[in-house]
């Protein structure tokens, strides 16, 4: 049997979101509230495992190997807000964007806004959309 070596590291951030979507069956809920469909948010993790059959200098890999990760989801989650781009309330929340043309379409299957539309904002239009 071949000898296995694991290792995780787990990535914490922080975003916001609602799910406009969400109905509940009023048969099993104590009350009407549809407490998803509001504004909130959470403290997401994301938790890497990683197993080698193999160590490189006495282990699977350097954690370093996982800062593009770290900076792809701090540039990209971290403190966001994930909307859905069907959201009813996408235009009242992204009034800039509201057209959708100016989105960055990523291979991942995601959509970001496109910040340099912004370039000619004062910076309260700025810090609506960006954390920095």
């Given at each position: 049997m071949q000898r296995k070596w694991q290792i995780s590291k787990q990535f914490d951030f922080c975003y916001g979101h609602?799910?406009?979507s969400q109905e509940l069956n009023q048969e099993f809920s104590l009350?009407?509230?549809l407490m998803c469909r509001h504004l909130h948010g959470h403290q997401g993790a994301v938790l890497v495992h990683l197993e080698s059959t193999v160590l490189n200098n006495g282990m699977v890999t350097d954690f370093k190997h996982l800062n593009w990760f770290k900076l792809f989801l701090?540039?990209?989650l971290d403190h966001k807000f994930i909307i859905d781009i069907n959201d009813p309330l996408f235009e009242t929340l992204l009034p800039h964007f509201k057209d959708k043309n100016?989105?960055?379409e990523h291979s991942e299957g995601y959509k970001?806004?496109?910040f340099a539309k912004l370039q000619n904002e004062?910076?309260?239009i700025h810090e609506l959309y960006t954390a920095t």
């Open positions: 609602r799910v406009w009350n009407s509230c701090d540039t990209t100016f989105l960055i970001t806004v496109d004062p910076v309260h």
